[in-house]
C-alpha cells in the first residue's frame, strides 16, 4: 500500500442498496461474551437480540433450507443449523417480535458463528429492510471460516440519509458514513446463511446482537448545508467522537498527558539499544543485521547478534497532504497563502489512479503539517521527530517501517528499512493494479536500479541501524508463471521482454518445425511465429511460456540482488512486498531474498504457509484494521466494529505472526490516519495510531505495549518441527 499503496483492490465497504464484504480470514474471538470498550477503559457488554429476553423462543425463527435445533439456555443458548443440500442459501432467519428492530443508535449489528462442517465454508450475515417496500435494500457481510472455527460477522449501521443521494465526495474511495437506501430503525428480518463445497453445511449461531456507537454522534444537516464537511483541523464537522479536537490548547494539553504517559511506560526492559533480545541467546556481533535460524524458527539478528523481530511501524513523516483542486467547496479552511499557515500548500503530479488521474499536477493542503505545527511551535519537525521515536519504543515497537521520511532515519534511534523504488520501461501488454510490470530485459531495468542504489552508499549502506531494502512494491506477478509471457509476447515488436521470448523460444526448439511438433501448430517460419498478435493456446504452449515466465522471475531477482549486493554487501536483501503472486514467482524470490516480504492484508497470519520447497524468513511488509467511529469514512482493506476491536485484532494478529515460524517480523500500515478527504489515489482510511491532530488511539496503544512487552518470549515459545 504505502505510498504506492496496495495491489489489493478496494475491500471495504460499499454503501448503497447493498453491502458486501468480501471473504475474509479469521481472528480471535471474545468468548462467550462479546464487549465494546470506551476509551475509559469501562466494558458495556454486546446488546443481545439472541439469546435474549424468555419471550424470545423459536417462534421468532425460522428456517430457510435448513433444519434448526436450539441449544443451552440463557446465555449459552445457541442454534445449530443443518442445511438443506438443494438450497442455494440456505440458513436460519430471526424475524423480530415487533414489527421490526429499532437499531439506529446502534454502530453494528454482530453474530458470532462457528463452522461445524468438515470443510471450509462461508458464512452470511444479512439484515434486512423493509421499510421501502423492496427487497433488495439489504446489508450483508461474508467470512469464510476453516472447520471447527469460530468468527465474529458484523454489519456497520450507518445514519439513514437518503438526501445523501443528491451530494458528490469526488477525489475519496469513501464519502461520509450514511446510507441513503438501508434504513437501521426498521430492519424486518435478520438472516445467517452458508454456503461452500460441502452439499449439506453444518453451522452454530452462538450470539446475536448489536454493538453501541462508543459515543459517536450524527448531525446530518440537510444537502444544502452539508458543505463545507472538514474544519480547521482536518477534521470531520458532521459527527462528534471521543477524542476529537476543538481546539489548539486542547492539542497542547495532550501532548503534556502523553509526556506523562510516556515516562510511566519506558521500554522493554529484555531489549538492546538496537530492540533486540538482551536477554536472549548471543550470536556473536558482526555490525549488521543477519538471518538465523534458531530451534525450528527464523529469525533476524541485530548488529550486536541479539536474536531480533521486527516488529514496525510504517510511513513514519511530518507530512499528509490531500487534494483540494475541484473540490474547494469541502473545506472550511483554507488560509492566505501568505500567513503562517499558507506554507502547508503544496503541488503534486502523483495520480496513477482514482479521481485525480489524469487532472495532475493539483494543488494540495497538510492539515496534519499545521497541526503539528501548531502543537509543537517553533521547531516542531524535531520536536515530532523525537517524541515519534519516544513513542516507537515506549509502545514497544523497535522498526521504522516502509514509506518512512528520511528525517525520521536519520534520528538513528530505531532501526529501520528502505524503500527503493526507479523508473523502468515497462511490458506493455501487462496490466497491474500500481502499473505495468517492469522489462526486466531492457537495459535501463539494471542501469536506472544501479543509479538508485548507488545514492545509499554514503548513507544508509554504512548505517548500523539500517535493517535492509525492499525494492519495488507489489508488482503484478499475475496468476500463472505464464501471464507475463503472455504480456510480453502481446507486446509491441520493438519491446526487449517479447524479443527475449522469442529469442527463448528459437533456442529451445532450433527449428521452426521442432516447435510445430510440441505446439501441433503448422507455421511456416520464425517470422510467422513473431507475426502472431498472442500465442496459441495448448498445454506444451502453456508449459513454455510458463517456462519463460519462470526465467523473467529469475531474471528479476537475480539482477535486484546482484545491485543491492554492489551498494551495500552488508544489508539484507527483503524482496519486493508480494501483495498476490503466484508460487513460481515466490519461488524465485526464495533463491535470491535474504528475506521474503508479503502485504498480508489479513485477520490472522498464524497458520500462513510458503509454497512447497520453500523454507525462508518472511516479513510481513504491511497489515492494518480500520472502523467507522472517530469521524473517517473508510476503515480500510480489513474492517473492524470500532476501535476496541481493532485494537484486538491487531493484538491478535501479531501474536499469531509471533507463533508462525517463517515469520520474522510485522510492520503496521500506518502510523497516521489516512487524510479524511483522501491520499493522492483516494484512500482515506481510518489505519492509524495517530489521528490527522496527532492524537494516539489509546486502545492501539494499549495492544501494542500489551504484545511488546512479551514480543520475545512469545517468539521464542515452544518450536515447531523443521
Same mark, same amino acid.
Given at each position: ?155 456497520? =449501521?450507518?445514519?439513514?440519509? !437518503? ?5 458528490? +465526495?469526488? *477525489?475519496?474511495? &469513501? %464519502? /461520509?458514513? @450514511? ?82 504517559? =510516556?515516562?510511566?511506560?519506558? !521500554? ?5 539499544? +538496537?530492540? *533486540?533480545?538482551? &536477554? %536472549? /541467546?548471543? @550470536? ?439
Amino acid at each position: 500500500m504505502g505510498r504506492a499503496a496496495p495491489a489489493v483492490t478496494d475491500m471495504g465497504m460499499t454503501i448503497s442498496t447493498r453491502l458486501i464484504f468480501p471473504r475474509t480470514g479469521e481472528w480471535l474471538l471474545l468468548l462467550p461474551v462479546l464487549f465494546v470498550f470506551h476509551p475509559a477503559g469501562q466494558a458495556q457488554s454486546l446488546r443481545p437480540l439472541y439469546p435474549g429476553p424468555r419471550g424470545f423462543e423459536a417462534r421468532f425463527l425460522e428456517g430457510a433450507g435448513a433444519t434448526f435445533f436450539l441449544r443451552g439456555k440463557g446465555e449459552k443458548r445457541r442454534v445449530l443449523v443443518r442445511t438443506d443440500p438443494k438450497e442455494r442459501w440456505p440458513g436460519v432467519r430471526f424475524h423480530p417480535p415487533g414489527r421490526a428492530w429499532d437499531l439506529s443508535d446502534q454502530l453494528a449489528l454482530a453474530a458470532e458463528v462457528r463452522n461445524d462442517g468438515k470443510v471450509p465454508a462461508h458464512i452470511s450475515l444479512r439484515a434486512d429492510c423493509g421499510k421501502l417496500g423492496r427487497k433488495d435494500v439489504f446489508i450483508q457481510t461474508t467470512r469464510t471460516l476453516d472447520p471447527g472455527r469460530k468468527a465474529l460477522l458484523f454489519l456497520p =449501521l450507518l445514519p439513514y440519509y !437518503p438526501q445523501g443521494k443528491k451530494l458528490s +465526495f469526488p *477525489g475519496m474511495r &469513501k %464519502g /461520509p458514513p @450514511f446510507s441513503t437506501s438501508f434504513d437501521p430503525s426498521w430492519i424486518t428480518r435478520i438472516l445467517v446463511f452458508a454456503t461452500g463445497r460441502e452439499k449439506r453445511r453444518r453451522f452454530s449461531v452462538l450470539s446475536l446482537g448489536t454493538a453501541g456507537k462508543g459515543g459517536t454522534v450524527d448531525r446530518l444537516p440537510p444537502p444544502w448545508k452539508f458543505f463545507p464537511l472538514i474544519d480547521r483541523f482536518g477534521q470531520y464537522t458532521h459527527r462528534s467522537w471521543p477524542g476529537k479536537t476543538y481546539s489548539v490548547e486542547e492539542m497542547r494539553g495532550r501532548l503534556r498527558e502523553e509526556e506523562k504517559d =510516556l515516562a510511566a511506560h519506558p !521500554p522493554p526492559r529484555d531489549r538492546d539499544r +538496537f530492540g *533486540g533480545w538482551s &536477554k %536472549g /541467546p548471543a @550470536f556473536g556481533a558482526t555490525g549488521s543485521f543477519r538471518v538465523t535460524k534458531y530451534r525450528g524458527k527464523w529469525w533476524l539478528l541485530d548488529p550486536e547478534g541479539r536474536l531480533f523481530w521486527s516488529f514496525g511501524l510504517n510511513c513514519l513523516g511530518l507530512r499528509l497532504p490531500t487534494p483540494i483542486s475541484r473540490r474547494k467547496n469541502l473545506f472550511s479552511f483554507l488560509p492566505g497563502r501568505k500567513s503562517p499557515a499558507g506554507a502547508f500548500y503544496g503541488k503534486s503530479f502523483l495520480a496513477p489512479l482514482g479521481f485525480y488521474a489524469g487532472k495532475t499536477p493539483y494543488e494540495t493542503y497538510d492539515y496534519f503539517g499545521l497541526n503539528l505545527s501548531r502543537k509543537y511551535g517553533a521547531s516542531w519537525q524535531g520536536k515530532f521527530v523525537a517524541l515519534t521515536m519516544r513513542r516507537l519504543k515506549s509502545w514497544g515497537f523497535n522498526t521504522t517501517g516502509n514509506w518512512s521520511d528520511r528525517v525520521m532515519l536519520e534520528a538513528k534511534r530505531v532501526p529501520y528499512v528502505v524503500p527503493i523504488h526507479y523508473p523502468c520501461p515497462p511490458i506493455q501488454g501487462s496490466k497491474g493494479y500500481w502499473g505495468k510490470f517492469p522489462d526486466v530485459f531492457h537495459p535501463r531495468f539494471r542501469a536506472n536500479l544501479r543509479s538508485r542504489l548507488s545514492l545509499e552508499k554514503t548513507r544508509s549502506a554504512r548505517d548500523l541501524w539500517c535493517l535492509g531494502y525492499f525494492v519495488d512494491n507489489e508488482l503484478s506477478w499475475g496468476k500463472r508463471a505464464s501471464d507475463l509471457a503472455r504480456a510480453s509476447w502481446q507486446s509491441p515488436a520493438s519491446q526487449p521482454a517479447r524479443k527475449a521470448l522469442f529469442q527463448f523460444l528459437e533456442r529451445r526448439y532450433k527449428r521452426v518445425q521442432a516447435l510445430n511438433e510440441a505446439w501441433g501448430a503448422g507455421f511456416k517460419s520464425w517470422k510467422e511465429v513473431r507475426n502472431l498478435k498472442a500465442p496459441p493456446g495448448g498445454g506444451k504452449a502453456e508449459a513454455d511460456l510458463a517456462a519463460f515466465g519462470r526465467l523473467l522471475f529469475e531474471t528479476y531477482f537475480r539482477t535486484v540482488r546482484g545491485e543491492v549486493r554492489r551498494a551495500a554487501p552488508k544489508k539484507l536483501y527483503l524482496g519486493c512486498r508480494f501483495s498476490t503472486a503466484n508460487a513460481e514467482a515466490v519461488r524465485a524470490a526464495a533463491r535470491f531474498c535474504d528475506v521474503l516480504s508479503f502485504n498480508w492484508y489479513a485477520y490472522s497470519v498464524a497458520d500462513k504457509k510458503l509454497p512447497q520447497g520453500v523454507d525462508k524468513p518472511v516479513l510481513v511488509g504491511e497489515f492494518h484494521f480500520g472502523a467507522l467511529d472517530r469521524g473517517l469514512f473508510h476503515p480500510g482493506l480489513r474492517p473492524a466494529a470500532n476501535q476496541a476491536h481493532r485494537a484486538k485484532l491487531f493484538l491478535s494478529y501479531v501474536e499469531g505472526a509471533l507463533r508462525n515460524p517463517f515469520i520474522v517480523g510485522a510492520h503496521w500500515f500506518k502510523y497516521q490516519d489516512e487524510p479524511t478527504t483522501g491520499r493522492f489515489d483516494g484512500e482515506n482510511f481510518q489505519i492509524g495510531f495517530i489521528d490527522t491532530c496527532d492524537t494516539p488511539y489509546p486502545e492501539m496503544v494499549q495492544a501494542a505495549r500489551a504484545v511488546g512487552q512479551k514480543l520475545y518470549p512469545l517468539r521464542a515459545g515452544p518450536a515447531k518441527s523443521p
